[in-house]
């Protein structure tokens, strides 16, 4: 499996200057790739292309020899803000996007007490979402981008609004599970010391 993105531009209507220009990259199966450099420079914008919620201006995007159009099972986001329905608990929140894409429930039962476990969560399942730290809930997140199975793992800045404390447990939990999920990852981050983190850490 391979994502490959060729000669990727986007410019916005308004702007005097491409957000992106001329980007190719190839990810291979199970990398994880950081992408790094200072806000507003088109991280976001280059994984919102990728994970098929925005279109590029020119260029094209494969994944295993089919061409990124639009959003697809095959990729999971997972973004700066846990986006959890607060009115749910834990395990359901875990278990939505499942739901929308009508697995079953046997098999959601099994895929939530397997993730919620990989994120040491299975004991909190039954919390409300106001009742679990900061970083509980990104915990909860990517347990539910976990659930949906998808090959390619898109991260927007998942740990930048947590504390140092926490974001370094976060990252200690985030390479043990690609170790054991074999996931392919692109995660973007603005802070150089978390790219340094991943390059020497992996």
Known sequence: ???ELKNISRSFEGSARETLKDISLTVGDGEF???VGPSGCGKSTLLNIIAGLDRPTSGELWMNGEQITGPGADRAMMFQEHALYPWLNVI??????MKLSKVAKEEQDRRAEYYLRMVRL???RDYRIHEISGGMKQRTALARALCL???VLLMDEPFSALDKQTTNKLRADLERIWEETKKTIVFV???VE?????RIGL
């Open 149 to 151: 199975n998808s090959p």
């Open 1 to 3: 499996m391979s994502l």
């Open 194 to 198: 978390e790219a340094v983190f991943w």
């Open 33 to 35: 790739v950081c992408l």
């Open 122 to 124: 299975w004991e909190f």
């Open 92 to 97: 359901d929140n875990v278990k939505f996007g």
């Open 189 to 191: 981050t603005h802070s």
